[in-house]
Structures are given as structure tokens and as C-alpha cells.
């Protein structure tokens, strides 16, 4: 099984999920129309043990980067600011506790 990378920065800085959901094509049978995803599910139903485990171990890592993508955005953005700044505040007053 050939796992392809994605660019997850094209993802994230790109307009997300939301816009890909929204680009996806679908495949008409007879009828029916398949979108990709519902193909893509098919596929994944359809490997082995062994190349399941190996697309579920690619797939975390992708999601992992997605997220660390979007919290260095986020971030960028100044959107964190605020709970870093009642965090530092918090710690200053002597409110914070060894874990």
C-alpha cells in the first residue's frame, strides 16, 4: 500500500476541511452517486489488518500535523493571547500547583 503526504499547511492556511468538503466530486453508478470519501471508506473497509494498521498509524500522524498547523495559526493569529496571558497572571499570583 503506497501512502501518499499531503500539504497540510495548504490545508490549514487554506481554508480547512470546510473547503475541501466541499470541492469533493462525486461518482455516479448507476444512479447512485458516490463521493469520493464514501469510495474512500469502501477502500479502507476493504484492507488488510496489516495495511490497516499502517493507513491508521499515517492517518494519526496527518492529523496530529494538522492540528500542531492549526494551533501555530492560531496562535500567529494572537488568539491564544488572552489565555496566556490569565495563565501567566494566574501562576504570578501564586494560584498555580505542581501537577
Do not use: C, H
Amino acid at each position: 500500500m503506497k501512502i501518499q503526504r499531503v500539504d497540510v499547511d495548504a490545508v490549514v492556511i487554506g481554508g480547512g476541511f470546510d473547503k475541501v468538503n466541499s470541492m469533493v466530486p462525486t461518482l455516479n453508478i448507476g444512479g447512485f452517486q458516490m463521493s469520493e470519501l464514501e469510495q474512500l471508506e469502501q477502500q479502507v473497509l476493504q484492507l488488510s489488518p496489516d495495511d490497516l494498521a499502517k493507513f491508521r498509524a499515517w492517518f494519526i500522524e496527518l492529523d496530529y500535523q494538522f492540528w500542531d498547523k492549526q494551533i501555530e495559526a492560531d496562535v500567529a493569529a494572537g488568539k491564544l493571547d488572552r489565555l496566556i496571558a490569565d495563565a501567566r497572571a494566574e501562576f504570578k499570583a501564586g494560584k498555580a500547583r505542581e501537577l
